[in-house]
C-alpha cells in the first residue's frame, strides 16, 4: 500500500533536503508534499490524506504544536514526526501530551529520520490492520461474549472434564438425552489449535478477538464439506470436532491440505503461529482420552511450530526404557534441580527407544521403580502422598502408560508436582515473574519465557493468566509502568532516561503506556508529585 508524506518547515532548502536525502520509494511513499506555514499545511490535509507528517516546531506564522492540535482533530490516525534546531523541554512536553511518534534535533542524519519513518508506518500499519480486524469481527465477537456459555461448549467441556460420563451401553441414550447431531456409530476426529506465538503485541482484549477470529477461520477452513463444532475449553483450548459416522471413509488427505490451508492463513492474516494437533476417531466413550492425549503432545512439543502433528504418528515406533540410577534421581529433586532432572528423564528414554533389546517389562519397572522413588522422597521429607494422590488424580490414576511418551509425560508432570511440593518458592509462575523483574530493560517474548521453563509456549501462556490472572503481555507493561512510576516519584533522573532504562527507544510510546495505567502524562505525574511534596 502506498502512503503518502508531507514535510512542514519555514526554510525551503530544509524541506527540499529532506525531500531529496530520503529514499521515499524504498518507504513505499508515493507522494511527498510540502509547506512552508501551518496554513499551508492545513490546506494539503484538506486536499489529501496525509499519512506522515514531518514538521518542524519554530515556525513565524504558527507552530508546529499548533498544527498538530489541529491535525489530531482533523487526521487523528497521522503519525507526527518533530524536528527542531533546539530542545526546549516545554516543546518536547506538549509534543508527548499531544501523542507525536517522536522528537529529533537538528541536523538530522537522514539514516535516522528514514528508519523513524518506517517505524511510524509500522505503527500506522497495525492500527489499521487491528482496526478491520474489530470492525470484521465485532458483530460476531458481541455475539460470542452475550453467549459466552452456550449448550454446545459447556456439553464438551462437562465431557472433557469428565464431569459427565458415557458408557458403552449408554450411548444412545447419551445422544438422545443431550440433542446430539450423532448416532451410536459416528465418530469424532478432534484437532487442537495450538496458538504457539502471536508476530505482534497484544493486549488481553485484542489476543481474545483474535483467538475467537481463529475459531472462525477454522470453522469456515477445515470444517468445510465435514459436520462438527469448534469449541474453546475453560482451560482456554481450542479444539475443532469433526463428526463422521463409521461407515463413511475419514478422507485424512483432505483434513491434512485443509489443515496446511489453515496454518498458512492464520501466519497471514492474524499475524501468528499455530500447530495443529490431529488425534484418532474416537466414539463419545474414547474422546475425552484422545482430547487428553492432544494436549499431551502440545505440552511436550518445545520447539515447533506451523506444523501438523498425528496423534498416531506420535504414538509410532515405540521402544521400551531401562532402569535409571533412582538414587542419584533423588539427590537431584530433592536439590530442587528440576531442570537436569527433566533432561535426564528425556536423555534415559532417548537412550532406550535406540536399544531394541528392552520391552514391555522394562516399561513396567520404570513406571514402578519411579513411583517408589516419589513416595520415598515425599515420606522422606515429611510430606503427605496422599494429599498429593487426592490433588492431582490426573496423574496417579492407576493407568500404566502406553508409550514412551505418555510415560515421559507422566514423569515430567509428576516431577513438576513433587518440586513444587518441596520448593514451592521456586514455582513455574514465580521463577518467571523473577525472570522479567530482572529482565525489564530488555525485550521480553513468550517463547523466551516458555524455553527459560522448559515449557510449551501455548501452554505457558493459558498457565500464567490462570494463575495470576493478566496475560503476559499486561503482566510485563504494568511492571515496567509500576518501576517507571517508582523513578519518577522517587529521584531526579530525567524521564528520558527512565524510559530508555526500560528498553523504550520511543519516548512517545513510553508516554503513552504510561497514560494508559496511570491516566497523565510521565511529565504530569512528576509534577504532582513535586507539587504534593
Given amino acids: 500500500m502506498n502512503r503518502t508524506a508531507l514535510i512542514v518547515d519555514d526554510e525551503i532548502y530544509a524541506v527540499l533536503g529532506i525531500k531529496s536525502g530520503l529514499n521515499w520509494q524504498e518507504l513505499n511513499i508515493s507522494e511527498v508534499y510540502e509547506a512552508y506555514n501551518i496554513r499551508e499545511a492545513m490546506k494539503v490535509f484538506e486536499q489529501t490524506n496525509i499519512d506522515i507528517l514531518i514538521c518542524d516546531i519554530e515556525m513565524p506564522k504558527g507552530t508546529g504544536i499548533e498544527l498538530l492540535e489541529w491535525v489530531n482533530a482533523h487526521s487523528p490516525a497521522t503519525e507526527t514526526i518533530f524536528l527542531t534546531a533546539h530542545a526546549d523541554f516545554n516543546f518536547v512536553q506538549r509534543a508527548i501530551q499531544l501523542d507525536s511518534f517522536d522528537y529529533m534535533l537538528k541536523p538530522i542524519e537522514f539514516s535516522v529520520l528514514q528508519a523513524t519513518i518506517a517505524k511510524a508506518l509500522q505503527s500506522i500499519a497495525h492500527d489499521q490492520e487491528l482496526h478491520q480486524l474489530r470492525e470484521q469481527y465485532k458483530p460476531y465477537y458481541e455475539l460470542w461474549i452475550k453467549n459466552k456459555s452456550v449448550l454446545s461448549d459447556t456439553f464438551w467441556n462437562q465431557l472433557f472434564a469428565r464431569k459427565m460420563v458415557c458408557r458403552p451401553h449408554e450411548v444412545s441414550q447419551f445422544i438422545a438425552d443431550h440433542h446430539l447431531p450423532l448416532t451410536a456409530q459416528s465418530r469424532i476426529l478432534p484437532i487442537v489449535i495450538s496458538v504457539e506465538s502471536w508476530d505482534r503485541d497484544l493486549d488481553t482484549g485484542d489476543e481474545e478477538l483474535l483467538e475467537y477470529a481463529l475459531r472462525n477461520a477454522a470453522s469456515e477452513v477445515l470444517l468445510s464439506g465435514f459436520q462438527g463444532e469448534v469449541i474453546q475449553t475453560k482451560q482456554g483450548v481450542n479444539v475443532?470436532?469433526?463428526?463422521?459416522?463409521?461407515?463413511?471413509q475419514m478422507d485424512y488427505a483432505s483434513i491434512n491440505d485443509k489443515c496446511l490451508t489453515y496454518i498458512a492463513s492464520c501466519k497471514q492474516y492474524f499475524s501468528c503461529s499455530i500447530s495443529c494437533y490431529i488425534g484418532e476417531p474416537s466414539d463419545l466413550v474414547g474422546i475425552r482420552e484422545t482430547y487428553i492425549k492432544l494436549l499431551d503432545m502440545e505440552y511436550n512439543n518445545l520447539q515447533k511450530s506451523n506444523k501438523i502433528y498425528w496423534q498416531h504418528e506420535y504414538q509410532a515406533n515405540q521402544l521400551m526404557p531401562k532402569l535409571p540410577e533412582f538414587s542419584a534421581?533423588?539427590?537431584?529433586?530433592?536439590?530442587?534441580?528440576?531442570?537436569?532432572?527433566?533432561?535426564?528423564?528425556?536423555?534415559?528414554?532417548?537412550?532406550?527407544?535406540?536399544?531394541?533389546?528392552?520391552?514391555?517389562?522394562?516399561?513396567?519397572?520404570?513406571?514402578?521403580?519411579?513411583?517408589?522413588?516419589?513416595?520415598?522422597?515425599?515420606?522422606?521429607?515429611?510430606?503427605?502422598?496422599?494429599?498429593?494422590?487426592?490433588?492431582?488424580?490426573?496423574?496417579?490414576?492407576?493407568?500404566?502408560?502406553?508409550?514412551?511418551?505418555?510415560?515421559?509425560?507422566?514423569?515430567?508432570?509428576?516431577?513438576?508436582?513433587?518440586?513444587d511440593y518441596l520448593h514451592q518458592n521456586d514455582s513455574v509462575i514465580q521463577r518467571i515473574q523473577c525472570y522479567i523483574a530482572d529482565h525489564l530493560n530488555e525485550i521480553i517474548t513468550r517463547e523466551q519465557l516458555a524455553e527459560y521453563v522448559h515449557l510449551n509456549p501455548a501452554y505457558l501462556s493459558r498457565l500464567f493468566k490462570k494463575e495470576v490472572g493478566e496475560s503476559i503481555t499486561d503482566y510485563i507493561l504494568i511492571e515496567r509502568m509500576k518501576l517507571a512510576q517508582e523513578l519518577i516519584r522517587n529521584s531526579t533522573i530525567p524521564i528520558s532516561d527512565i524510559a530508555k532504562s526500560l528498553g523504550y527507544s520511543n519516548f512517545s510510546y513510553f508516554s503513552k503506556m504510561f497514560k494508559k495505567l496511570y491516566h497523565c502524562t510521565p511529565q504530569h505525574y512528576r509534577k504532582q508529585v513535586e507539587v504534593i511534596g
Avoid at 475443532?240 to 463413511?248: A, G, P
Fill in 329 to 419: 534421581w533423588t539427590i537431584l529433586i530433592e536439590q530442587g534441580k528440576r531442570g537436569e532432572m527433566e533432561r535426564e528423564i528425556a536423555r534415559n528414554l532417548k537412550e532406550i527407544r535406540e536399544d531394541p533389546r528392552y520391552g514391555a517389562n522394562a516399561l513396567h519397572a520404570f513406571y514402578h521403580g519411579f513411583l517408589q522413588m516419589i513416595h520415598y522422597i515425599l515420606h522422606k521429607n515429611g510430606l503427605s502422598a496422599h494429599e498429593l494422590l487426592q490433588d492431582h488424580q490426573d496423574i496417579f490414576n492407576g493407568k500404566l502408560p502406553r508409550s514412551l511418551e505418555q510415560l515421559q509425560s507422566w514423569a515430567l508432570q509428576l516431577i513438576a508436582v513433587v518440586c
Fill in 240 to 248: 475443532v470436532l469433526f463428526f463422521v459416522e463409521q461407515e463413511e
